[in-house]
């Protein structure tokens, strides 16, 4: 019995010791909608992804007012008018990677990840495809994929309906590296 338990201290201890949480070095994500008037895109560099390698859970904060757009108003409206950013500040993901994933092997892995995505006050279910590549200590992750806005009750006025997309595609790309307390 005494073998069995130090067996098993000895396996979990093992375990959590390469068990890591890693953290963005950098991150962008982005945004594109096209429509008939004009195509809108806007970039946010002050995001925040963290992704622990012993669970597989991933999860990303965004700061709505992070993103930048090339004209001013079109930030004004995007903050005030559609993302109501006030009064919804942050657009969270939290999920989990569904394949195994060698993490001290260097090399690319296509992925899925599912979770929930909260944006404008609504939580909603969504997987998404992505690929995750490992180079030594850094994790690349990479994904694109398309948001709907009535699926967040996002309103777009009617005067306006032309210059928004129904669909929106989102960029991420993230370096993430280990967590080191200080």
């Known amino acids: 019995m005494k073998k069995l338990v130090l067996s098993l201290t000895t396996l979990v201890f093992s375990t959590s010791m390469f068990a890591q949480i890693f953290m963005a070095k950098t991150c962008e994500v982005s945004f594109f909608s096209a429509s008939p008037l ?6 946010n560099k002050a995001a925040k992804p963290l992704l622990n ?7 990303i904060k965004i700061v709505n007012t992070a993103f930048i757009f090339e004209k001013p108003l079109m930030q004004e409206h995007f903050n005030e008018n559609y993302m109501e950013s006030e009064k919804f500040p942050n657009t969270v993901f939290k999920g989990k990677i569904n394949e195994k994933i060698d993490w001290k092997k260097d090399g690319e ?8 995505l909260s944006m404008h006050g609504v ?3 969504i997987t998404i495809d ?3 590549t490992i180079k030594g200590e850094e994790i690349t992750i990479t994904t694109k994929f398309k948001v709907k806005v ?6 777009v006025p009617s005067l306006y309906i032309q210059n928004i997309a129904e669909i929106v595609d989102v960029k991420l790309h993230a370096v993430l590296a280990p967590f080191k307390k200080n």
């Open 38 to 43: 004009e195509n809108i895109e806007a970039l």
């Open 53 to 59: 390698t012993a669970t597989n859970d991933v999860q």
């Open 109 to 116: 892995n296509k992925v899925t990840v599912t979770g929930k």
């Open 123 to 125: 939580e909603k279910d």
């Open 130 to 132: 992505g690929v995750v």
């Open 150 to 155: 009535e699926d967040y009750k996002i309103k």
